[in-house]
Nanobody
């Protein structure tokens, strides 16, 4: 069993950065990939980024590529999403998840509770 807790969400102006963190606890000996998803009001939860267990491989959604950076520190059991040049359309609840190295939410076994990110214009 794995537990994940997101933090760092808040209200920011368009064009500004924000850093989200996720603390992972529990049975972390498994080689989980760690991903970020987001869900805007009235929309489906969508893939944002994923990083492999080793940290050597990453995949980003086209909408965030070049602006967001995902990283992990296995020694600290954390995964981070650095978000730069934020846009109003980035407004959503952001979720951290653990599972397979994939872009579909069906490949993830564990989820955090989410943290709200609001970007104003």
């Amino acid at each position: 069993q794995v537990q994940l807790v997101e933090s760092g969400g808040g209200l920011v102006q368009a064009g500004e950065p924000l850093r989200l963190s996720c603390a992972v606890s529990g049975r972390t000996f498994s080689s989980y990939a760690l991903g970020w998803f987001r869900q805007a009001a009235g929309k489906e939860r969508e893939f944002v980024a994923v990083i492999s267990w080793s940290g050597k491989s990453t995949v980003y959604a086209g909408s965030v590529k070049g602006r967001f950076t995902i990283s992990r520190d296995n020694a600290k059991n954390t995964v981070t999403l650095q978000m730069n040049s934020l846009k109003p359309e980035d407004t959503a609840v952001y979720y951290c998840a653990a599972g397979a190295f994939a872009t579909s939410r069906n490949n993830y076994d564990y989820w955090g509770q989410g943290t709200q990110v609001t970007v104003s214009s």
